[in-house]
């Protein structure tokens, strides 16, 4: 698979500080950055620098660990405290996607039977690694369950950029098309360029090409003509949260093609995996959506599109009710239909 590994990682361990993909500056800069303190990673994440909801999980694990490496005190008790007050600063930085608070939690609780700061410290770093180094193997998984569903000559829409950058690699609406690529399956892939961010347009289309998988761009509004003219034989999108009936929140426009493809009489697939279940959010209506700067819609790269003054509604999600998704696609299967027995299943699997 030389052509997904040419894909840089978004987020790496360095022991001093953490080094991430700069995806605001893809495709035209492949940038990385150095995050050495806490805030950097906070920033890193609300300003969408590394983004998609597993990234967000394993960056903000890692930050947790280097802040954790800092501490001076020997005090366990002491330190269990400051890693609380760190875990709750990194999970302000965005509310939607579940996976940040499934990474951070899963930090708090690996240290929850340690006695000395010192083994504390060391599993810290193992368990943001572990995170890593998991996600990669899941998202293998969830690739091959989804490439099960697809035939060779099939054209497929996808939104966002639900990719190897967004995850440890592979991706996870993306990671059937790096398998059908590495088995010799023709998939033409159909971008949406997702707007306002044009996370479709500027990431989805670049890791996709870079890997030799064809790929057309489309802008949002053109959905409706390209299922019908290009007769799209599904679609499929990530997830930042599924809640426990199964209704999903993803990026904003989601929503929209997941009723289109209920028109079109076409299949509608959700990949993503079991961190992004949140069995205690009970339906989609609890799903916390991120609204974020106004300035994302009145500007186009740096430049101003609308009127000064303008009133402006930006949500980053929507929510698709799960009547309109096909199937849920895990590292434990592909569940279709009775979300709210399937999905606690997935589990205990
Ligand atoms: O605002 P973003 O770019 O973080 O939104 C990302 C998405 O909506 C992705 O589809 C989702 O996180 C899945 S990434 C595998």
Redo the contacts with the bound molecule.
């Keep these: 698979m030389a052509e997904l590994l040419s894909i840089p990682r978004s987020v790496e361990w360095n022991d001093t500080h953490i080094t991430i993909l700069n995806q605001q500056k893809l495709p035209f800069q492949t940038e990385y950055l150095e995050l050495k303190e806490l805030a950097d990673v906070w920033d890193a994440i609300a300003t969408?620098k590394v983004?998609?909801?597993?990234?967000?999980g394993i960056t903000a694990a890692y930050g947790l660990a280097l802040a954790a490496q800092r501490y001076e005190t020997d005090s366990i008790a002491e330190f269990r405290k400051l890693l609380q007050k760190d875990r709750d600063y990194l999970a302000s930085s965005?509310p939607t996607?579940v996976n940040l608070f499934w990474a951070l939690d899963r930090l708090v609780a690996s240290i929850a039977h340690t006695s000395s700061v010192n083994e504390a410290k060391t599993a810290l770093v193992h368990e943001a690694t572990r995170i890593q180094v998991e996600d990669e193997e899941t998202c293998r998984t969830i690739g091959e369950y989804a490439l099960s569903l697809f035939q060779d000559g099939d054209r497929i829409l996808t939104?966002?950029?639900?990719?190897s950058i967004?995850?440890a690699r592979y991706?996870?609406?993306l990671a059937p098309f790096y398998l059908a690529k590495e088995k010799g399956i023709n998939l033409h892939v159909y971008a949406s360029e997702t707007r306002p961010?044009l996370?479709g347009a500027r990431l989805t289309t670049w890791e996709l090409m870079q890997a030799g998988i064809d790929v057309t761009l489309i802008t949002d509004n053109m959905a409706a003509q390209t299922m019908r003219t290009k007769r799209i034989t599904a679609v499929i999108?990530?997830?930042?949260r599924i809640a426990a009936n199964g209704d999903t929140a993803?990026?904003i426009g989601?929503f929209g093609l997941a009723l289109l493809a209920k028109a079109f009489g076409i299949p509608f697939y959700v990949a993503?995996p079991l961190s992004?279940i949140d069995l205690a959010t009970k339906t989609g209506q609890d799903i916390p959506i991120e609204e974020r700067n106004p300035e994302e819609v009145t500007h186009l790269a740096g430049m101003r599109i609308a009127p000064e003054g303008v009133n402006v509604y930006n949500p980053?999600?929507d929510v698709t009710p799960h009547e309109l998704i096909t199937a849920i696609i895990t590292e434990k299967g592909i569940i279709r239909g009775n979300y709210e027995t399937a999905l606690p299943a997935l589990f205990n699997i």
């Design positions: 969408l983004r998609g909801a597993p990234a967000i965005r996607a939104i966002c950029n639900a990719g967004a995850t991706g996870t609406a961010v996370q999108v990530g997830a930042d993803n990026k989601t993503a992004t980053a999600f």
